[in-house]
Structures are given as C-alpha cells and as structure tokens.
C-alpha cells in the first residue's frame, strides 16, 4: 500500500515507535495449518477470523481488523499471524476500541500487515540460534529466532505459539 503523504508516513513511524517490543512481547503466535485431504476424520477448526472474533482478548484486534477492512484477508489460506492481545493495542496507545475505530485506516492497514506472514511457520519452523530475517505481508522486516525457551520475534519471547486454523 502506498502513502501519498509525508503526515500518513509520519504517522506510521511514530506508531511503530509507540508499539515498539510491547505489542510482539505481548503478541499470540497463531501457526496456521490445514488438513491433508487424506486425514481420517479432521476436526473442523475456526479459520482466523473465528478465533479472533471468538476470543475476547481480541476484540481490539477484531475492531482494528474491521476497521482497516482487512477480514477477507484473514480468510486466505497459508498464514501467520502474530496476534496482539487487547493489552498490546493499550501499550501501543489505543485504549478503547473507540480509538481504534478513530484511528487512521492507512495506519491501521500498515500495523495489520506487519503482524501477518503469507507462509505458514510453526514454532519449530523458526531458525533456532541467530535471528532469521523475515519479510511480513505489508512489506516489512521482522526478525525471529527459536531457543530452549522458546520463540522469539524482534527479540520479544512468543507468549503462545502454534495456535492452529482450517485456512493454512
């Protein structure tokens, strides 16, 4: 997405300064994975936009997530999302869903995406050792690592990882 002024650009740096380690230190690491066809008898999961909307430590996100007009997104197949709870949303400077609703659209778009990967990455998937640099949906760069306590992005520790949906 592209910004066609310096205030919209501005605006971005600053929230991403705002949001800095408190909303992936808080973030939920969702690992989307499907079913083989050749499954006996799959459970039936919500896709990512069911557990969001089911899980009321993310009605921030669901509200910010309407507001940027980004659901159907959520629905394709093959992602991953780092999840910030309702508290992150507060760390970063959004302490209602009212102002998440108030807050500018290409912001919020820009923000969403930098917390989506368009490949499905387990914990395990995660290079363990030295950070692995990572490219999110929206253009970005992330940096994620694996050790004995667990996963790491941008050096902030997963709070939940491989939280599984039907559309990976």
């Known amino acids: 997405c592209c910004y066609k002024t310096k ?5 971005i740096k600053n929230y991403f300064k705002r949001i800095g380690a408190m909303t992936l230190a808080t973030a939920l690491f969702i690992s989307f994975t499907g079913c083989e066809d050749d499954d006996p008898a799959p459970l039936q999961q919500d896709d990512i936009v069911a557990i969001v909307v089911n899980n009321p430590d993310f009605s921030y996100l669901e509200a910010a997530v309407l507001r940027a007009g980004l659901a159907d997104t959520l629905k394709t197949q093959g992602l991953t999302v780092f999840a ?9 400077g ?3 869903e009212a102002a998440i609703t ?18 499905i990455v387990k914990a395990a998937d995660v290079q363990a050792g030295p950070n692995a ?27 939940q990882a491989d939280l599984s949906a039907k559309n990976g």
């Open 133 to 159: 640099e990572v490219t999110t949906y929206g253009g970005g760069k992330i940096f994620a690592t694996r050790n004995a306590s667990g996963v790491f992005i941008n050096g902030i520790k997963v709070d």
């Open 102 to 119: 108030a807050a500018d659209v290409n912001v919020l778009k820009a923000v969403l995406r930098y917390h989506v990967l368009t490949s």
């Open 84 to 92: 910030p709870t309702n508290a992150a949303f507060v760390a970063a």
């Open 7 to 11: 205030t919209s650009i501005m605006q």
């Open 94 to 96: 959004f302490p209602t």
